[in-house]
């Protein structure tokens, strides 16, 4: 099982803090490691305080910090539903994220004669009129997340709406015809849905 660090998909694995002398011996590659015992990183890549615009991270903190605090004022227990309940809440702040983020990938999804859909790269990361998002998308749209992300659309043959879909439609038709992203207005309302 240790080997499968060494594999160029992206994954979270556990290890038992016995392997850690056989797997720093590994050739392992961008990869980020945390010992969950100590809450220490064994290795960082060392670009992880720059993917993110300060304005972004700062709105996600704080999205994060004030969902874990309204959790804490409701209840003084760990049962299972308020785990629940605060990973659900964790996962909204994400979707959040990304639908104000990438959002508008559709709008930029255009179909040829054959029927192949094909993503229009450029202009997609131009329409953002953040230089910040502009940025973060130059460096995340590198990423094999969001290729997988972009290739799944551009072969989907029904276009089942997913969660993540209908964030991104309620999204779009909330915005005014002449924004599709701003950072403003993703620090306003993070933390609020």
């Known amino acids: 099982m240790i080997d499968i660090v060494c594999c160029p998909t992206p994954f979270l694995v ?28 064994i290795r960082q890549m060392d670009d992880e305080d720059t993917l993110l615009p300060r304005k972004l991270q700062a709105a996600l903190e704080q999205a994060l910090e004030r969902k874990n605090e309204l959790i804490n004022q409701d209840s003084d227990s760990d049962s299972d539903e308020e785990c629940n309940t605060l990973n659900g809440l964790v996962s909204e702040v994400f979707i959040r994220f990304f639908v104000e983020t990438v959002g508008h990938y559709s709008l930029f999804l255009t179909q040829n004669e054959k029927g192949e859909r094909a993503f229009q790269r450029e202009a997609f990361r ?35 709406k997913g969660l993540f879909e209908q964030r991104v439609e309620q999204y779009l038709e909330e915005l ?17 849905e």
């Open 14 to 41: 556990g290890l038992l803090s016995s392997s850690l002398p056989k797997l720093k011996e590994l050739p392992v590659e961008e990869a980020l490691m945390v010992n969950l015992g100590s809450d220490r990183f």
């Open 176 to 192: 005014p015809d002449t924004e599709q992203s701003g950072v403003n207005k993703f620090l306003r309302g993070l933390g609020e």
């Open 126 to 160: 131009k329409s953002v009129a953040s230089k910040s998002i502009r940025r973060f998308l130059e460096v995340f749209m590198e990423s094999q997340m969001f290729a997988g992300f972009i290739q799944d659309r551009e072969l989907r043959k029904c276009r089942a």
